[in-house]
Nanobody
């Protein structure tokens, strides 16, 4: 069973920054995909940013230029650096790992952008 543990969420003012971390209980070196999704109240879960394979990245249009996904294979950890945060970025952020036809989710970490 793969476990994903997220951290780094919190309350930040508009224009501020946060960095989320997601550590997996397995090696992430060769997983099919790993990254971040978010779900705001009353909305569907949506892709934020992810790695596909080893190096290719995929970003939602709404976060391009502001968010950066990165990884440390030695630590089995994926990060999401979020800059220039906006109130509309407020959501529960989930880590996701896909490998060998199975999808795993973390418990989520809350990000609230408010003055």
């Amino acid at each position: 069973q793969v476990q994903l543990v997220e951290s780094g969420g919190g309350l930040v003012q508009p224009g501020g920054s946060l960095r989320l971390s997601c550590t997996a209980s397995v090696s992430i070196f060769s997983v099919n995909a790993m990254g971040w999704y978010r779900q705001a109240p009353g909305k569907e879960r949506e892709l934020v940013a992810r790695f596909i394979g080893g190096r290719r990245t995929d970003y939602a249009d709404s976060v391009k230029g502001r968010f950066t996904v990165s990884r440390d294979n030695a630590k089995n950890t994926v990060y999401l650096q979020m800059n220039s945060l906006k109130p509309e970025d407020t959501a529960l952020y989930y880590c996701n790992l896909v490998n060998m036809g199975r999808s795993y989710w973390g418990q989520g970490t809350q990000v609230t952008v408010s003055s």
